[in-house]
């Protein structure tokens, strides 16, 4: 097997995602500051927004110190970029990797959709990864990626405290509309709602008991779903890949409430604890309150990065023979 080297982005979820293979004797992490002076100096260093306006010398000084935990010699690597892992935009250090490790393979690994992506953006990771991993359908059949749905890792040091009965989190994206109806429909089914909507304007702040525009960190989002007994999504139009909500209702055994349709084609679909719906009106407080009693089918060991990294394996393996 080969060895794998997981650079993780700066969004705070994108730790969920490996977390399990920290063990793995042919895992390794990147160390990449994140927190004192070096944090700060890095983040700065490494901003793009900074360098599209003035390009800052001198970064490969911090090539070897994200490498510092990588043992062994330089035969046999895969790197692993998550979507949002600022190295993964410095070309120099792309370009670095591939000279100093023989026959090394990078790995780009998509977390969201790409609707809101730039051609150029696109046409950059296109060009400059061996293996693109997504785990949206239509974009890896739009692009001829690889398709991987459901991986992530627990927080097993979250305890749970009820909080309420319906949790939902997420940006407005044309969508508000769906998510109101959606509050008022469990609010009058006598359900405690935690909503939490960013990027409202304030003429469409209506309902009192939503809060706007309060980004919530992640840790602080694993709580509420924890604390919650059903966690509801709408999905903005055109995406068809599973959300963070799909992965977080499985491993911590909540009732999910989505208007992913497409789910049921896929291998993590629960008929058990997973509600569908097209319109808001579709739902049934009833039927879900009947699911929140039934045994999960979908566990967390199927959403297991082990699962993910035999799959990459595979796809390494078929690259190098190309």
């Not at 793009?48 to 690597?77: A, H, T």
């Not at 591939?98 to 953006?121: D, I, P």
Request: charged residues 30%; proline residues 2%.
């Amino acid at each position: 097997m080969h060895k794998y080297v997981f650079f993780e982005g700066i969004y705070g979820h994108s730790k969920y995602v490996f977390k399990d293979l920290e063990k793995e004797n042919n895992c390794y992490f990147a160390d990449i500051p994140r927190h004192g002076i070096k944090g700060i100096l890095n983040h700065y260093h490494t901003s793009e927004k900074i360098n599209k306006k003035i390009k800052l010398p001198f970064k490969s000084i911090w090539y070897k110190g994200y490498l510092r935990k990588v043992i062994g010699g330089s035969d046999g690597y895969v790197f692993v970029f998550s979507e949002g892992c600022r190295q993964a935009y410095d070309y120099y250090f792309l370009s670095w990797l591939k000279n100093k490790y023989s026959n090394a393979k990078l790995v780009y690994y998509f977390l969201n959709s790409t609707c809101e992506l730039s051609k150029k953006r696109l046409d950059y990771i296109n060009n400059n990864f061996d293996i693109i991993v997504s785990y949206d359908k239509a974009d890896c059949d739009k692009y001829n990626w690889n398709y991987y749905c459901g991986l992530y890792c627990a927080d097993k040091e979250i305890k749970e405290n009820r909080t309420s009965d319906v949790f939902f989190v997420g940006r407005n994206k044309g969508r508000l509309k769906q998510i109101i109806e959606s509050y008022e429909l469990f609010s009058k089914a006598n359900m405690i709602c935690d909503y939490n909507i960013v990027g409202v304007k304030k003429e469409d702040q209506k309902n009192s008991g939503i809060k706007y525009n309060k980004p919530l960190p992640y840790i602080d989002v694993l709580k509420k779903d924890i604390g919650a007994r059903f966690l509801f999504e709408n999905l903005q139009e055109n995406q068809t890949g599973c959300t963070f909500r799909t992965y977080e209702a499985i491993v911590y055994n909540k009732v999910l409430i989505s208007n992913n349709l497409s789910l049921k084609e896929m291998r993590i679909f629960d008929k058990n604890r997973m509600f569908l719906y097209e319109k808001v009106e579709d739902i049934s407080v009833d039927e879900i309150k009947k699911m929140e009693k039934l045994p999960q089918i979908i566990t967390a060991k199927d959403l297991s990065p082990l699962l993910f990294l035999d799959f990459l394996e595979e796809k390494v393996d078929e690259d190098e023979k190309q």
